[in-house]
């Protein structure tokens, strides 16, 4: 079978597509899956790089890839019947960092702690793009924010894969959203419900909005750190990528939050739920790539940034 695999850390252009890896065996408390489509997530490329190696460091060769959405080859030894079988429609995460063995490949072998039934209403593609990105914005405004109807949230990064879904979960639980994006994003965001759209690389954020109940960082940096004078004392932000800052904590008042993300089957179960009894919730794949050309789509997602996601069909 086919899969994207590296032999060790580096760019685009280690990446080697491998025409006859082996098939992988399936094993106690895993499932085998044909992939339909694989989502793209900037970890992938992290991964590549290098950057976790010291938490999670790879043996190679290692194949790509976390997200997905396919069908049930096979059940390993342990694995019940009235949780999955041979045939059953899933999504979630087959990365090797989360016990499985890649989903840029042709099939995969995912822990049956990391995947659920994919949603009915969508399709593989768009099922791919949102284990990683609908869990961590679900999980940061439902659980860490407690997000209600009528507060106020700035959501970074409104464009990108999680601000995009995020947006929708806080329209949904009824606030008031506004977003920063690029100039070209605007309307993209606007589509997707946010009351107000800035525009980061004209407008300073900071100056325009106060008193918000919270802001959710998919960004970090400075953005992060100016972040502090948007919402309300006893207010709070929830960050992808920064530890919270004690200094700026107490200087306003603030509660702040890092929020890591890993998909599992209770999330994904009740974010697949959400989607099906939402028909309005929109999973935008911007672009759609092939295995053999992984390599380009992980160099869009971390240059270009898609409106949304971006998916191997496989
Ligand atoms: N902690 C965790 O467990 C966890 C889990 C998932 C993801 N993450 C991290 O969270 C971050 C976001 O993930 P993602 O999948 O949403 O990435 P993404 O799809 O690349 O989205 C990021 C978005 O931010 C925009 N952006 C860049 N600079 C900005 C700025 N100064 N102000 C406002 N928007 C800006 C980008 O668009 P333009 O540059 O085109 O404007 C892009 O639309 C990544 O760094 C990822 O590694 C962490």
Do not use: C
């Not at 190679?60 to 041979?86: A, E, N, R, W």
Request: glycine content about 10%; hydrophobic content about 40%; cysteine-free.
């Amino acid at each position: 079978m086919k899969s994207v695999q590296i032999n060790e850390y580096g760019g685009s252009e280690i990446i080697k597509v491998n025409q006859s890896s082996s098939e992988p065996t399936v094993s106690t408390g895993k499932v085998l899956v044909t992939i339909k489509a694989a989502g793209v997530n900037p970890a992938d490329w992290k991964i590549r790089e290098g950057y976790f190696q010291q938490m999670a460091p790879l043996q190679f060769p290692s194949t790509l890839g976390m997200d997905f959405s396919g069908v049930i080859k096979q059940v390993g030894v342990g694995v019940s019947s009235s949780d999955f079988k041979q045939g059953d429609e899933v999504y979630g995460q087959a990365g090797v960092i989360n016990g499985g063995s890649g989903a840029f490949a042709e099939m995969a072998l995912a822990k049956i702690e990391n995947i659920a039934h994919k949603p009915k209403r969508i399709s593989h593609n768009e099922a791919a793009a949102l284990p990683l990105v609908g869990v961590a914005a679900w999980w940061a405004l439902k659980d860490d924010i407690g997000l209600s109807e009528g507060q106020k949230i700035l959501i970074h990064g409104g464009a990108g894969g999680i601000g995009s879904i995020a947006i929708q979960i806080a329209k949904n639980l009824g606030a008031y959203v506004a977003t920063t994006v690029s100039t070209n994003d605007k309307q993209f965001v606007q589509d997707l419900g946010a009351d107000i759209v800035i525009d980061y690389m004209n407008q300073t954020f900071e100056d325009l909005l106060h008193d918000y109940d919270a802001v959710f960082d998919t960004v970090g940096g400075d953005t992060y750190r100016r972040s502090f004078k948007v919402p309300r004392k006893g207010g709070i932000i929830v960050s992808m990528l920064e530890q919270p800052d004690s200094e700026l904590m107490n200087q306003y008042g603030i509660r702040a939050v890092f929020r890591f993300a890993q998909a599992n089957r209770e999330r994904l179960t009740r974010l697949a739920q959400w989607i099906d009894e939402n028909n309005n919730i929109r999973i935008n794949v911007e672009r759609t790539f092939s295995l053999e050309q992984a390599g380009d789509a992980l160099d869009y997602q971390k240059d270009v940034h898609p409106r949304g996601k971006v998916v191997l069909v496989i």
